[in-house]
């Protein structure tokens, strides 16, 4: 399935007035002491999950909320984001909460996929693989993407090793081929075949490349090859909001969960611990948009008190994404969930 973005670019901003809400509803749950010294408190953790779960979906019960959400018949995958290792990770108690709720719901907990690019950092994290009773899968090189799931952009980008057009022979070659770039990115298996809805779990971070690596950017850079493009330029960072707009992503994320128990404004995805927060807040909403905008908001604030440069400038496709209809970055209420 080849997608061409100019097309849709037409189609989707003839909707525009259309589709984006008047008003998006982020659901905030914090406490104090579901962090300390890095370390979560998995009783509360699990208890502002299931909070907010039920907000989001206005259901007295988990298993209706879940049941809500997802139907018997999908193949769940839970896209967390594992660039931070040790101390910055999703935290597993809150995918441990979620997967309970599915597992509640009348999904086996072995058919459940929770995933990122790379995987290196879970275990450091917490994650025990062999132990966790889910599956736990990162996207292979080259083979972990779909040749049929093309997302293709006038902003060609040069191929590594891992991309799945990337040529092994192309040392080899007595000068300088055009294999060496390509308009085209592919989508992950996991995401294009193996999952039918997804629960969404970042971490509150800021990104170098591109402002905040939040709901959109976890569900769209790591989950393509030739992804460097979009990060290394100022039109590319709008084309991360046409990626996630694509059916392939947005009609499968079903719900958002902003993992901040730990939120980091400077050096992210990676850790940074200079530049930590222990927030001790967990956002949802099933508007990706609006989560990042708040986002953004929050960042914006701790890197004022130390003197950082903003992010906004380079968080475009937030506001893309926005002027798209996925979500509203403007009209937003919080309602706080508390205990």
């Not at 597993?92 to 597992?103: F, H, M, T």
């Given at each position: 399935?080849?997608?061409?973005?100019?097309?849709?670019?037409?189609?989707?901003?003839?909707?525009?007035?259309?589709?984006?809400?008047?008003?998006?509803?982020?659901?905030?749950?914090?406490?104090?002491?579901?962090?300390?010294?890095?370390?979560?408190?998995?009783?509360?953790?699990?208890?502002?999950?299931?909070?907010?779960?039920?907000?989001?979906?206005?259901?007295?019960?988990?298993?209706?909320?879940?049941?809500s959400?997802?139907?018997?018949?999908?193949?769940?995958?839970?896209?967390?984001?594992?660039?931070?290792g040790?101390?910055?990770?999703?935290?597993?108690?809150?995918?441990?909460?979620?997967?309970?709720?599915?597992?509640?719901?009348?999904?086996?907990?072995?058919s459940?996929?929770?995933?990122?690019?790379?995987?290196?950092?879970?275990?450091?994290?917490?994650?025990?693989?062999?132990?966790e009773?889910?599956?736990?899968?990162s996207?292979?090189?080259?083979?972990?993407?779909?040749?049929?799931?093309?997302?293709?952009?006038?902003?060609?980008?040069?191929?590594?090793?891992?991309?799945?057009?990337?040529?092994?022979?192309?040392?080899?070659?007595?000068?300088?081929?055009?294999?060496?770039?390509?308009?085209?990115?592919?989508?992950?298996?996991?995401?294009?075949?193996?999952?039918?809805?997804?629960?969404?779990?970042?971490?509150?971070?800021?990104?170098?490349?591109?402002g905040?690596?939040?709901?959109?950017?976890?569900?769209?850079?790591?989950?393509?090859?030739?992804?460097?493009?979009f990060?290394?330029?100022?039109?590319?960072?709008?084309?991360?909001?046409e990626?996630?707009?694509?059916?392939?992503?947005?009609?499968?994320?079903?719900?958002?969960?902003?993992?901040?128990?730990?939120?980091?404004?400077?050096?992210?995805p990676?850790?940074?611990?200079?530049?930590?927060?222990?927030?001790?807040?967990?956002?949802?909403?099933?508007?990706?948009?609006?989560?990042d905008?708040?986002?953004?908001?929050?960042?914006?604030?701790?890197?004022?008190?130390?003197?950082?440069?903003?992010?906004?400038p380079?968080?475009?496709?937030?506001?893309?994404?926005?002027?798209?209809?996925?979500?509203?970055?403007e009209?937003?209420?919080?309602?706080?969930?508390?205990?």
């Amino acid at each position: 399935m080849r997608i061409p973005i100019l097309a849709c670019f037409l189609a989707c901003a003839s909707l525009r007035a259309q589709t984006i809400p008047n008003q998006s509803i982020v659901y905030s749950s914090h406490d104090a002491g579901a962090i300390t010294q890095y370390q979560p408190n998995s009783g509360r953790v699990r208890a502002m999950v299931n909070r907010l779960v039920l907000a989001v979906t206005g259901e007295h019960d988990l298993v209706h909320a879940w049941g809500s959400l997802v139907s018997p018949n999908d193949k769940i995958g839970i896209k967390i984001s594992a660039a931070g290792g040790e101390l910055f990770t999703t935290h597993r108690d809150i995918v441990n909460a979620i997967v309970d709720g599915l597992v509640a719901a009348g999904h086996s907990r072995n058919s459940i996929i929770v995933w990122d690019r790379s995987l290196g950092g879970i275990s450091a994290a917490g994650y025990r693989p062999d132990q966790e009773g889910y599956q736990m899968k990162s996207i292979a090189p080259r083979d972990g993407y779909d040749p049929k799931a093309v997302f293709t952009v006038p902003l060609s980008g040069n191929l590594i090793w891992g991309d799945l057009e990337f040529r092994t022979d192309r040392g080899k070659l007595p000068f300088p081929s055009e294999d060496s770039t390509s308009d085209d990115s592919h989508f992950a298996r996991i995401l294009s075949s193996e999952v039918t809805k997804v629960i969404n779990v970042p971490v509150m971070s800021d990104s170098g490349s591109c402002g905040i690596a939040g709901c959109i950017y976890n569900m769209t850079i790591p989950n393509i090859d030739n992804s460097r493009r979009f990060t290394q330029s100022r039109w590319g960072h709008s084309a991360i909001a046409e990626i996630y707009k694509m059916p392939i992503v947005r009609s499968k994320v079903v719900l958002n969960i902003m993992d901040g128990l730990v939120a980091q404004y400077a050096g992210g995805p990676q850790p940074q611990p200079n530049y930590a927060v222990h927030h001790a807040t967990i956002l949802a909403s099933k508007d990706p948009v609006a989560i990042d905008a708040l986002a953004v908001r929050q960042i914006e604030e701790w890197r004022a008190r130390a003197w950082l440069a903003p992010i906004t400038p380079l968080a475009q496709h937030v506001q893309a994404a926005g002027q798209l209809g996925i979500g509203n970055a403007e009209v937003i209420e919080v309602r706080n969930i508390g205990p």
